[in-house]
């Protein structure tokens, strides 16, 4: 097995919004905002080559919205997925499975493109099965006013219509075991319905693709919970038994969201689990 970073790009979102009722005056200690109180973020995806097969975690955007869209957000940096890809040897046609951590458009939007006369969508990965689960696919479809924004029609519908779409089996608690994929996956509740979390064994160690149950080092402390999340208390609950495992565990946390640190390790101290070392990826494993 190896393990690729892929950077899809770089946005910005309001600061407040990132670290909900936490004030400024702390979060901006580990995540500066800019004049206009905007955070620098990553969409940072992870590919797994596994055998024949070529699994990616989560997309990116994509670039299929409109130019009003993405100026929301800011992108910088000059990341693309297909750029990364091609770094270390692979196109989207080679990928054979889309593994989506959740169905907000800045992990799942780079699933689907226009088509080639731009009348309509087609799947941007023509050879790769995309995964979901149920119960998180139902709560997308038919979003809540809270993440209606998030979760957008263009990027959930064609994937169903492609059928190329798979679900994966929803555990009786909140860990599933050697999962179709070949890793664990916790399923975790509080930032949105079924966000799944893997757990890859590699090189000796646990690496854990972290998506939005944390975003960045930043988010460690547990009362440092997304706006965004829909059941903030529980999100402070999954965060405290995970970081507890992950600090007992010595587990290496893939950061995707996080636009400087793309790694980190966290440890017990007095005032809780707190952020022990980060890495470049290659720093870890090379």
Not at 13 to 24: Q, S
Not at 95 to 124: E, M, S
Not at 215 to 223: A, D, E, K
């Amino acid at each position: 097995m190896k393990i690729y970073p892929i950077e899809t790009g770089n946005f910005k979102l309001d600061g407040g919004a990132m670290f909900g009722v936490v004030p400024k005056t702390l979060w901006q200690r580990t995540n500066p905002a800019d004049a206009n109180n905007l955070v620098d973020l990553s969409m940072r995806s992870m590919l797994i080559e596994d055998g024949d097969r070529l699994i990616l975690i989560d997309t990116g955007t994509g670039n299929k919205q409109s130019d009003n869209f993405f100026g929301y957000y800011h992108f910088f940096g000059g990341f693309s997925l297909d750029s990364s890809l091609a770094k270390y040897g692979f196109h989207r046609d080679d990928i054979t499975d889309v593994f989506l951590t959740h169905l907000h458009f800045d992990h799942c939007g780079g699933a689907i493109q226009w088509n080639k006369d731009r009348t309509g969508y087609q799947p941007a990965f023509k050879n790769a099965k995309f995964w979901s689960n149920k119960n998180h696919w139902q709560w997308a479809i038919a979003p809540n006013v809270r993440e209606k924004a998030s979760f957008l029609k263009e990027n959930i519908n064609p994937i169903e219509a492609s059928e190329q779409l798979q679900f994966l089996d929803i555990p009786t608690g909140d860990f599933a075991k050697n999962t179709a994929l070949g890793f664990d996956i916790l399923f975790a509740d509080g930032h949105t319905e079924k966000q799944m979390i893997p757990h890859i064994q590699y090189k000796d160690k646990t690496l854990v693709f972290m998506a939005d149950l944390l975003p960045t080092v930043g988010h460690i402390p547990l009362p440092y919970v997304m706006g965004y999340d829909t059941r903030p208390l529980l999100t402070m609950d999954e965060k405290a038994k995970f970081l507890n495992k992950a600090a007992d565990n010595n587990y290496v946390l893939f950061l995707e969201h996080d636009a400087s640190n793309q790694l980190c390790t966290v440890k017990h101290t007095e005032k809780g689990v707190r952020v022990n070392e980060t890495f470049k990826f290659n720093e870890v494993f090379n």
